[in-house]
């Protein structure tokens, strides 16, 4: 690492970088061995400067070190590259954490499995992703292709693409504006407000507002920005529930980052993604899960051995001709519009709700083709 060169961090602090030089600057900055591990606040000696932003360079910090250890652990694999103390799965309210880099770990040359990798993934977002995200996934595998030119272009895997395609989806992924996103992007790892505006589908005139950003959440080939209006803390963590709110970031035509950080509360476990999915706070949700039970035609039920409803899915025969699956599952839009596209092939029989709404979307589908 020594023959790296890097601009002198006590003329420009790493806090002063865009986010990829940040993570590649802590990589080489971080401590290498336990007895060197550092804290935050000893991190922050070289990595902000700036007293009057220190707080969000801390949190900026913070974040930077999640990042890296998720691109290490999730991406490369190495669950073990960055090391917090604690460990990163362990809760550290009331405890000082320390960081430090595997002195054994190394960047690895990208090889043929990464190609592999990146060549798999772009196929099979082709369709998936908005083109302005996907465009970033082509980009980054044409930056792999000229580095490794010779050798890829020589290599077995070289020629995969040829023997890759993704179909498209029926319905395709609208167009995002790269402006917006990239302030939605800046809004939420710096813990700021964001000022959008807002097209709702259903009203003729946009509306401006300002939100709390929690995160982006993807349902389908659709993304969508969670987050909090603003409103006073409360204890009552039900009562600040009540100013969630989902945006399709396809209609946000514009969107600007404000000077005001977010509020404590916003942070709290009870308002993290994975509880506001549990709360059925990130899509159209009907109540508490569901023990939904079908009946569905034997031939037709072979894909939910493959992708079964719920990890508490069973199946049973009925007889020759149709099965009975039982699973708990979210009462969702999602699973409505599922059901209704199984029309001739499955039918309800718990809860009885559920039976009733999918019976009457049935009727009126009928009665349209009647007519």
């Not at 595997?102 to 990798?117: A, C, G, N, S």
């Not at 993934?121 to 980054?140: C, E, G, I, M, W």
């Not at 949700?285 to 899915?313: M, N, W």
């Not at 039982?326 to 092939?345: E, F």
Request: proline share 4%; net charge negative.
């Amino acid at each position: 690492m020594s023959n790296v060169k890097v601009r002198t961090m006590s003329i420009d602090p790493i806090a002063s970088y865009t986010k990829s030089e940040r993570l590649f600057l802590l990589y080489i900055y971080l401590p290498r061995g336990q007895d060197k591990a550092k804290s935050l606040t000893e991190l922050m000696v070289d990595y902000g400067n700036n007293p009057s932003k220190y707080a969000t360079e801390r949190k900026n910090l913070e974040n930077d070190l999640s990042s890296l250890h998720i691109i290490f652990s999730q991406l490369l694999g190495e669950d073990n590259a960055l090391i917090r103390l604690p460990s990163w799965d362990e809760n550290i309210s009331g405890k000082t954490a320390r960081f430090y880099i595997d002195p054994d770990y190394r960047i690895e040359v990208i090889d043929q499995k990464t190609l592999f990798f990146w060549e798999m993934l772009t196929k099979f977002t082709s369709h998936y992703l908005p083109a302005s995200l996907q465009q970033t996934l082509v980009d980054k595998l044409g930056n792999i292709q000229r580095s490794t030119k010779h050798d890829f272009a020589n290599s077995q895997l070289g020629h995969w693409h040829e023997h890759l395609i993704t179909l498209p989806n029926v319905v395709q992924a609208p167009k995002l504006d790269s402006e917006v996103v990239a302030s939605i992007h800046e809004a939420i790892l710096q813990q700021q407000a964001l000022e959008i505006e807002y097209h709702n589908k259903w009203q003729a005139q946009p509306s401006y507002r300002v939100l709390y950003p929690i995160g982006l959440v993807f349902i389908d080939n659709m993304m969508y920005l969670t987050g909090f209006n603003p409103v006073k803390d409360s204890i009552d963590d039900d009562e600040l529930l009540k100013a969630h709110r989902n945006f399709a970031v396809s209609r946000i035509k514009a969107a600007t980052v404000v000077d005001t950080a977010i509020p404590d509360w916003v942070s709290r476990d009870a308002f993290s993604l994975n509880n506001l999915n549990k709360l059925g706070k990130l899509e159209l949700t009907f109540g508490d899960d569901i023990r939904l039970v079908l009946k569905v035609q034997k031939y037709a039920c072979q894909h939910l051995f493959e992708r079964p409803l719920s990890a508490d899915q069973t199946i049973t025969q009925i007889d020759n001709t149709w099965n009975q699956v039982t699973a708990t599952v979210a009462n969702t839009q999602r699973l409505h519009d599922w059901l209704v596209g199984m029309s001739q092939l499955a039918v309800v029989i718990e809860p009885l709700e559920v039976r009733e709404v999918i019976y009457q979307r049935l009727q009126s589908a009928l009665a349209l083709y009647k007519a």
